[in-house]
């Protein structure tokens, strides 16, 4: 199993950026992903999910109505769009499949003017 996030950067409070994680090893298109993000020192945070066809998706309070969460089955891709960003979600932000196995390197996402 292989995750491999990007799309991180240095953005400014109120900007967008959207995350990619492109997925190999299983088979994508059968398990649900998520999106986690951790800030040193403290515990990994579920952000979203999304089931494996991608029908159903649930944030965590922190991010509701900013970020959405959506998959492309057929580039074995999840993606993961933030408007409205604020300092509070600066993180390195990490995907997870259901499938289980390794994470990946994570993308750092710094919100800051």
């Known amino acids: 199993v292989q995750l491999v996030e990007s799309g991180g950067g240095l953005v400014q409070p109120g900007g967008s950026l959207r995350l990619s994680c492109e997925a190999s090893?299983?088979?994508?298109?059968?398990?649900?992903m998520s999106w986690y993000r951790q800030v040193p020192g403290k515990e990994r945070e579920l952000v979203a999910t999304v089931t494996s066809a991608g029908s159903r998706r649930n944030y965590a309070d922190s991010v509701k109505g900013r970020f959405t969460i959506f998959r492309d089955n057929a580039k074995n891709t999840v993606y993961l769009r933030m408007n409205s960003l604020k300092p509070e979600d600066t993180a390195v932000y990490y995907c997870?499949?259901?499938?289980?196995?390794?994470w990946g390197q994570g993308t750092q996402v710094t919100v800051s003017s």
């Open positions: 997870e499949s259901d499938y289980g196995g390794a």
């Open positions: 090893g299983f088979t994508f298109s059968s398990y649900g």
